[in-house]
């Protein structure tokens, strides 16, 4: 997966948790709980979608490397073939 | 139209799902009703042949109104393919004149989810030529006493509010109460010019009794929210004098023994430490009784099962509280389920009526929003509100050691009218000893 691929993914995800949500004034480093104000929930949500869309498990403990969009997008490039393995 | 909450007088039917010849069985959803909080999904409480639908989409009507009617002995009950059979007597069914027998009123709910439905027990000969005097419908009436039999004294007392004030609804009194608005002004739009809720935010508003019903936008919804929450809870505020006890809870052992279990299930299956804080407050509610009910005239009347109150704090403004019935009889991942469940239909305006029934005790967990500790506002008639802040690490003596340990604030809000302080702290303790063994949830 490429970042692009990786980028897009993530928003799509997000979108269906959150549907009016700006993704396009989002910083890149900014911290997605707080700024979309997910709860526990919606984060199970946005993990599960991921894993599905992705085609591997996310572990629990690898959760908090979705913490931003720079973070997640770095995460599932690393996780996938794009990651250079 | 059932009752869908303490607060709510009417509704607007919004939606048939279901239409008359059609084949129905108990908790099919076969209407959508507005409320001032929400549109809602209502199930039917019997199964049978629909008749005729009686009230119109768009229409306003009462609580209590009769919505369809029913042909019960038409269909036979699920799973029991096409014999014939009697039809089953419908229970916690109000005595009813013998009139069209088969006919069943499409929905039962009483209109105060907290009272007792009506027993079977009928007046005796003299309430009944007194209640023909008084030119009273003795089945409309709830007795006071034990066992719900109408007496003598209900009838005087009803007779003697008829003729020194006009009727009013409940939530239309608080409103009104509320607004500062003098009852005797307000012209009533409902049956027999009784004085509806609307009527009051008509008058306090400033504005003039209006005829028809429209539909109930986005901004109108908000609106109707806050005042229904602030109705709920001034009422709260003014009858219920509060007491609050607070307590640290270790979640050390609950943590990673959710840590453990989430690496074998299914992602979206993973469990969340506010799973075991609601499960843990449910079990503890059962093993205190004296929490676990409501306040009515005068006196608590405990619930037999533990209907936990969920708050959720909806993404466009306000509150709704659906219930986890019999929630202590749940496992873990059965809460789960159920939380994220209804979580996500809340949000989405698509719960159902038997959801928003009255909780026994209601939890209020404010964790992902980062606050420390809940001091909640009690849900009348209610006498307890537990109250769960962020789980976090912090500080924490072990062993004789200072540790580092995830912490949560567990709270408790609860009626002084019904329990005092040791009985409250009975449940935090209890909380606390729960959560202790999350293996056992």
């Known amino acids: ?11 799509a995800t997000l979108r269906e948790i959150v549907p009016d949500a700006d993704l396009s004034t989002l910083a890149p480093g900014a911290d997605l709980r707080d700024t979309f104000e997910l709860d526990s929930l919606d984060f199970v949500e946005l993990v599960d979608r991921l894993s599905t869309r992705a085609g591997f498990r996310i572990e629990e403990d690898d959760a908090d490397g979705l913490r931003s969009v720079e973070a997640a997008t770095r995460f599932l490039v690393a996780h996938t073939d794009g990651g250079g393995r | 139209m059932p009752s ?27 209407a ?39 042909d019960e002995n038409g269909a036979p009950p699920e799973g029991s393919g096409a014999e014939p059979v009697k039809a ?24 105060e989810p907290a009272l007792p439905a009506m027993a079977a027990a009928a007046p005796s000969p003299l309430v009944r030529h007194r209640a023909h005097e008084l030119g009273i419908d003795l089945a409309t009436l709830q007795g006071s006493r034990a066992g719900g039999v109408v007496h003598r004294q209900d009838l005087e007392a009803l007779a003697h509010r008829a003729v ?14 509320t607004a500062g608005v003098d009852l005797s002004t307000v012209p009533g739009t409902g049956a027999d010019g009784a004085i509806r809720a609307d009527d009051i935010r008509r008058v ?49 052992r609950t943590v990673e023994w959710m840590r453990e279990r989430n690496r074998e299930l299914p992602v979206g299956e993973r469990l969340v430490p506010s799973a075991a804080l609601l499960s843990a407050a449910a079990r503890a509610a059962r093993e205190v009784p004296e929490l676990n009910g409501h306040w009515v005239d005068g006196e608590f009347r405990p619930a037999p099962d533990v209907d936990l109150g969920l708050i959720l704090s909806l993404r466009s403004g306000g509150l709704l509280a659906p219930v986890l019935k019999a929630a202590d009889t749940l496992d873990l991942s059965q809460v789960m389920a159920l939380m994220r469940d209804l979580t996500r239909r ?55 050691l200072l540790g580092i340990r995830p ?20 449940l935090l303790k209890a909380i606390g000893r729960i959560l202790a063994t999350p293996e056992e949830l």
């Open chain 2, 407 to 426: 912490l949560v604030t567990v709270t408790l809000a609860a009626d002084h009218r019904a329990t005092d302080a040791a009985i409250g702290a009975r």
């Open chain 1, 1 to 11: 997966m490429t970042p692009d691929q990786a980028r897009t993914m993530l928003e």
């Open chain 2, 204 to 252: 306090a508003a400033g504005g003039a009794p209006a005829g028809e019903t429209e539909h109930r936008a986005d901004g109108q919804r908000a609106t109707d929210m806050r005042r229904s929450i602030a109705a709920l809870m001034s009422r709260s505020k003014r009858e219920i004098p509060h007491y609050y006890l607070s307590t640290t809870v270790d979640l050390h």
């Open chain 2, 164 to 177: 020194s004030r006009p009727r009013v609804s409940p939530l239309a009194r608080r409103l009104a109460e």
């Open chain 2, 32 to 70: 959508v009703v507005d409320t001032a909080k929400s549109a809602v999904e209502v199930e039917c409480f019997a199964d049978g042949i629909v008749e005729a639908l009686v009230v119109d989409p768009g229409q306003v009507v009462p609580v209590g109104a009769v919505l369809a009617r029913l």
């Open chain 2, 4 to 30: 869908l909450g303490a607060d709510m007088d009417e509704g607007t039917l919004l939606e048939w799902l279901v239409k008359p010849g059609d084949t129905i069985h108990r908790g099919d959803i076969v």
């Open chain 2, 346 to 400: 809340a949000r989405a305006g698509r719960l159902r009526g038997s959801e928003l029934s009255q909780p026994s005790i209601s939890v209020s967990n404010l964790g992902d929003q980062g606050v420390e500790s809940v001091l909640g506002v009690i849900y009348p008639p209610q006498v307890a509100l537990v109250g769960f802040g962020a789980v976090a690490p912090r500080p924490w003596a072990v062993d004789g």
């Open chain 2, 88 to 111: 089953a007597p419908a229970p916690e069914k109000a005595p009813e004149p013998p009139r069209e027998p088969p006919r069943e009123r499409l929905h039962e709910q009483p209109h």
